[in-house]
Structure formats: structure tokens, C-alpha cells
């Protein structure tokens, strides 16, 4: 099991940046998968983007070329870039750590995009 806490949240204006932190409470070496995942009201909770344990990343295609996600080792942490922000990306994001025998998730944290 791990804890998992999303950091970097908030409103911005439409074009705007924000960097989301998910903060694990282990290591986050050799997971299968930590992925980002938002929700918006009255939607389905929605992959965004993926970081492998070999680093390899994906992305749904709504937010490519526009969002990045990353990872410190060291600081067991995952980030979320995201620039170009619409109106379209308000949801509450969670992060996801993902193995055989783990499937855990944050509390979430929420992004709107409001002028």
C-alpha cells in the first residue's frame, strides 16, 4: 500500500500554467504505473497520463503537446505539468499508483480554468 497526496491545485486564467505534485509515502521505484486522473462534475473519473516504472509515458489526447508528466525518484513524487490550460481541463485531479497488488489513490485535488 501507499499514501498518496496531490499538491498544486487552483484557479487559472484560460492559457494559463499550473504544476500538480502527488507526494508518495514509499518509494515509488519498480510501481508498474503511476497515472493522473481527473474528474469532472457529472463525468467519469478519465485517465490522463501515464508514467511507466521503465519511465515510459502516454497521455489521453486531449492534453497532448500540452501536458507533461514527470517523476522524482528521490523525492518518491509524480508531476503533472500542465500549460495551455481550457476551460475544458476544471476537474479534480487524483493521482493513481497501479501494480499487481496495488491500486491507490489520493484524495484529489481541484484545477479550474476561469477567467
Known amino acids: 500500500q501507499v499514501q498518496l497526496v496531490e499538491s498544486g491545485g487552483g484557479l487559472v486564467q484560460p492559457g494559463g500554467s499550473l504544476r500538480l505534485s502527488c507526494a508518495a509515502s514509499?518509494?515509488?521505484?519498480?510501481?508498474?504505473?503511476m497515472g493522473w486522473y481527473r474528474q469532472a462534475p457529472g463525468k467519469q473519473r478519465e485517465l490522463v497520463a501515464t508514467?511507466?516504472?521503465?519511465?515510459?509515458?502516454s497521455y489521453t489526447d486531449s492534453v497532448k503537446g500540452r501536458f507533461t508528466i514527470s517523476r522524482d525518484l528521490t523525492k518518491n513524487t509524480v508531476y503533472l505539468q500542465m500549460n495551455s490550460l481550457k476551460p475544458e481541463d476544471t476537474a479534480v485531479y487524483y493521482c493513481?499508483?497501479?501494480?499487481?497488488?496495488?491500486?491507490?489513490w489520493g484524495q484529489g485535488t481541484q484545477v479550474t480554468v476561469s477567467s
Open positions: 493513481n499508483a497501479r501494480d499487481v497488488l496495488l491500486n491507490d
Open positions: 514509499r518509494s515509488i521505484f519498480g510501481i508498474n504505473a
Open positions: 508514467i511507466t516504472g521503465g519511465g515510459t509515458t
